[in-house]
Structure formats: structure tokens, C-alpha cells
């Protein structure tokens, strides 16, 4: 089976609301992590990405928490806009191993107005 | 930015034909991937390259092929479409570790495909 999972398949908020979107992964030699979004009808785009070197990461309304304990990831949308509504999944990579990567079935974020 | 672009956003082919799939990325990159979406399935690989006219398996490669002339250009061919084989189907590329590049993935928009 595969090495990344979800916790929840589906989620959703209120407008102005700050969401979590959970991810487990299984691998603990995984050194690489990236979380993808995906909107309706389109291809996957990056949003965010953390080395295991680090356990939070910023970018422009979000974060990504890594916990390697637990080997869990996450990814925290602030002020989450209805724009924002999409599938979000992570993806791994193995340290050392091929440039593949091993993907997650995503969460889908629906925010309410 | 990095552009990956597929030939067709929809396509429509009858069960038997041979089908074309075809992926361009501007951004030099040597690895190229494919894959297939399907609900409750998320991302399946067919088939991935990580240089000209190299390829290998994926995790679904039966009743597909692929070809890599151009570092460029990644296809995907259907030899003979089936009903099963419908899905979407999206292309990524990414640059080499070995270039000091990241595993990160940059994607296509997808092609939906449906073989009646």
C-alpha cells in the first residue's frame, strides 16, 4: 500500500477561518515533503515544500508542520478564502532513492462563504 | 516559471484505437513522468523518464508505452485503448537531483480522457 495517507478525505470552513489539512506517512527514511493543490479540473500545482532537516516551514499564508516523531506532516492555510477551495495532497520522497515520488489521496477543502 | 503543457485537455476514442498523449516542458528538465487520477485512487505512475530515449516502469505500466526523442517531449501511447483506460491522465517533470535540483514535480494541466 502506499506510504502516504490522510487522516480526513474531506474538510471544510468558514471564510476567514484557518484550516489544517493532515497527512501520515509511513517511511521514516522519507526526507523530502511537498504538499500540492489541486483545483477542479486542473493539474496539481506546488504550494509548499520542507526538508526533514526542518520542522516548520513559511510561506505566503501557510505552513507546513513536520513532525518526524510522529511521522506526520501538515499543512496550515490562514484566512482561509473560498479561492483556497481545491484537493490538497502531500507527496514524499525517499532520501537516497529514486527522483519518484509517492503521493497521498488528498483531502478536499470546501470553504463556505 | 516552469510550463508543462499536454497536447489535448479532453479526448474522446473508441475501445481498440491507438491514442497519443503528448507532454512539452520549457524548463530543461530531465525527468518526465506520467500518470493516471482516478477517485479514491489518487496519483498512479505509468511510466517516468529521466533522460533522452530513457524510460522505466511505473506502478501501472500494462496496456501502455511511452517515447522520449526529445528531452523536451514525453508520450504516452495507448497501443489499444480500452474502456478501462479512461481517466486523466496528467504529465510532470521535475530537474535532475544530480543538477543540484529538488524531487520537486511540476504538472500539466491534465488531458481527460474517455474510450467508449
Known amino acids: 500500500g502506499e506510504s502516504v495517507g490522510l487522516h480526513l478525505p474531506t474538510l471544510s470552513v468558514q471564510e476567514g477561518d484557518n484550516s489544517i489539512i493532515n497527512c501520515a506517512y509511513s517511511?521514516?527514511?522519507?526526507?523530502?515533503f511537498i504538499w500540492y493543490k489541486q483545483e477542479s479540473g486542473k493539474g496539481p500545482q506546488f504550494i509548499i515544500d520542507?526538508?526533514?532537516?526542518?520542522d516548520k516551514r513559511q510561506g505566503q499564508r501557510v505552513t507546513v508542520l513536520l513532525n518526524k516523531t510522529v511521522k506526520h506532516l501538515s499543512l496550515q492555510i490562514a484566512a482561509t478564502q473560498p479561492g483556497d477551495s481545491a484537493v490538497y495532497f502531500c507527496a514524499e520522497n525517499i532520501q537516497g532513492g529514486s527522483e519518484k515520488l509517492v503521493f497521498g489521496k488528498g483531502t478536499k477543502l470546501t470553504v463556505n462563504p | 516559471d516552469v510550463k508543462v503543457t499536454q497536447s489535448s485537455r479532453y479526448l474522446v476514442k473508441r475501445t481498440g484505437e491507438k491514442v497519443f498523449l503528448e507532454c512539452v516542458q520549457d524548463?530543461?528538465?530531465?525527468?518526465m513522468f506520467w500518470y493516471r487520477q482516478d477517485p479514491g485512487l489518487g496519483l498512479r505512475l505509468i511510466y517516468f523518464?529521466?533522460?533522452?530515449?530513457?524510460?522505466e516502469k511505473g506502478d501501472i505500466p500494462e496496456g501502455y508505452s511511452v517515447s522520449r526523442e526529445k528531452k523536451e517531449r514525453f508520450s504516452l501511447i495507448l497501443e489499444s485503448a480500452s474502456t478501462n483506460q479512461t481517466s486523466m491522465y496528467l504529465c510532470?517533470?521535475?530537474?535532475?537531483?544530480?543538477?543540484?535540483?529538488?524531487?520537486?514535480?511540476?504538472f500539466g494541466p491534465g488531458t481527460r480522457l474517455l474510450v467508449l
Open positions: 524548463m530543461d528538465h530531465e525527468n
Open positions: 517511511n521514516s527514511a522519507s526526507d523530502y
Open positions: 523518464s529521466y533522460d533522452v530515449k530513457m524510460k
Open positions: 510532470a517533470s521535475s530537474p535532475s537531483r544530480g543538477r543540484g535540483g529538488d524531487e520537486t514535480q511540476y
Open positions: 520542507i526538508r526533514s532537516n526542518m
